[in-house]
T-cell receptor, first 116, second 112 residues
Framework: GDSVTQMEGPVTLSEEAFLTINCTYT??????LFWYVQYPGEGLQLLLKATKADDKGSNKGFEATYRKETTSFHLEKGSVQVSDSAVYFC???????????????FGKGTLLTVNP | EADIYQTPRYLVIGTGKKITLECSQTMGHDKMYWYQQDPGMELHLIHYSYGVNSTEKGDLSSESTVSRIRTEHFPLTLESARPSHTSQYLC???????????FGEGSRLTVL
């Protein structure tokens, strides 16, 4: 079945440091890939997505590239801020036999803490 | 900004009580989902629905039940709450094509 493996946390960085959170996946077919972020006390919200190989998703300074050859979708940011402190989830959505995406498979989440 | 709402945000109840967590969305999404999030952050799909009068159990077995009588409404019910049900419950919905989920802010349930 489909699965997502992401880097275990917690990750603690100083402000302006470089961030990488690794994510690899296993899926049949051609999944869409997502990064979601959950700020303290809130639900998840979409951070970025990529729907086909070599696509790069980007938002708020975060980037991730869909690498089919390595089945990866690593999240990166060049300079993190205290406000980036949150839990980050990698997820995939695989098309079912009917041709419509129906549910996401999530990784276990990575807690990021950024200190001033 | 997503228009999906959950109530209550926080609930503390005693063992044996019946509770209903409400979830409503105004986006006309046909697919809706309930996730249980444990203290370790991991998300577990417990119920989903592809449309009115359609409900399915998710990957994690749950004693809760759901109903989908209207497109915009997807309530979750626990007939007799137990301390093991203490958790955060997240509701989500999606349009058919992209698979992107929109989440509510969650309902944090504590059963004493």
């Amino acid at each position: 079945g489909d699965s997502v493996t992401q880097m275990e946390g917690p990750v603690t960085l100083s402000e302006e440091a470089f961030l990488t959170i690794n994510c690899t996946y296993t899926a049949t077919g051609y999944p869409s890939l997502f990064w979601y972020v959950q700020y303290p006390g809130e639900g998840l919200q979409l951070l970025l997505k990529a729907t086909k190989a070599d696509d790069k998703g980007s938002n708020k300074g975060f980037e991730a590239t869909y690498r089919k050859e390595t089945t990866s979708f690593h999240l990166e940011k060049g300079s993190v801020q205290v406000s980036d402190s949150a839990v980050y989830f990698c997820a995939l959505s695989a098309t079912n036999s009917g041709g419509s995406n129906y549910k996401l498979t999530f990784g276990k989440g990575t807690l990021l803490t950024v200190n001033p | 900004e997503a228009d999906i709402y959950q109530t209550p945000r926080y609930l503390v109840i005693g063992t044996g009580k019946k509770i209903t967590l409400e979830c409503s969305q105004t986006m006309g999404h046909d697919k809706m989902y309930w996730y249980q999030q444990d203290p370790g952050m991991e998300l577990h799909l417990i119920h989903y629905s592809y449309g009115v009068n359609s409900t399915e159990k998710g990957d994690l077995s749950s004693e809760s039940t759901v109903s989908r009588i209207r497109t915009e409404h997807f309530p979750l019910t626990l007939e007799s709450a137990r301390p093991s049900h203490t958790s955060q419950y997240l509701c989500a919905s999606t349009r058919t094509v992209t698979g992107e989920l929109f989440f509510g802010e969650g309902s944090r349930l504590t059963v004493l």
